[in-house]
């Protein structure tokens, strides 16, 4: 089976609680490439590709968040593997 890349948006309380960190450590644990960021809109952004069944796991831990986050919603937008620049290995962007 081939690789899955995902987008999601997450939002609820999700910006300085530490979100960032701790997804990227869970998607670096998981062995994924991409990244995590926050948007001006309060929300976080993760773009993530790897085994699929790893990409779950880090799907399911975004929809829970890290200790004092609060998910309201998670959205997810499957796009294809590969396209444009590959992707690096997972690490916390900053900026646009």
């Not at 910006?15 to 309060?42: H, I, K, M």
């Not at 929300?43 to 880090?58: H, K, N, S, T």
């Not at 294809?80 to 690096?88: I, S």
Request: proline share 9%.
């Amino acid at each position: 089976m081939g690789d899955r890349r995902v987008r999601m948006w997450i939002s609820g309380r999700v910006q300085g609680v530490c979100f960032r960190a701790y997804t990227c450590e869970e998607a670096q644990r998981l062995r994924l490439r991409g990244s995590v960021r926050n948007l001006p809109d309060g929300r976080v952004e993760v773009l993530a590709e790897g085994d699929p069944l790893r990409i779950r796991e880090l799907e399911a831990f975004c929809r829970k968040g890290p200790p004092f986050a609060r998910v309201h919603r998670v959205e997810i937008r499957d796009e294809p593997p590969g396209e444009g620049a590959p992707l690096t290995p997972f690490h916390i962007a900053y900026g646009p």
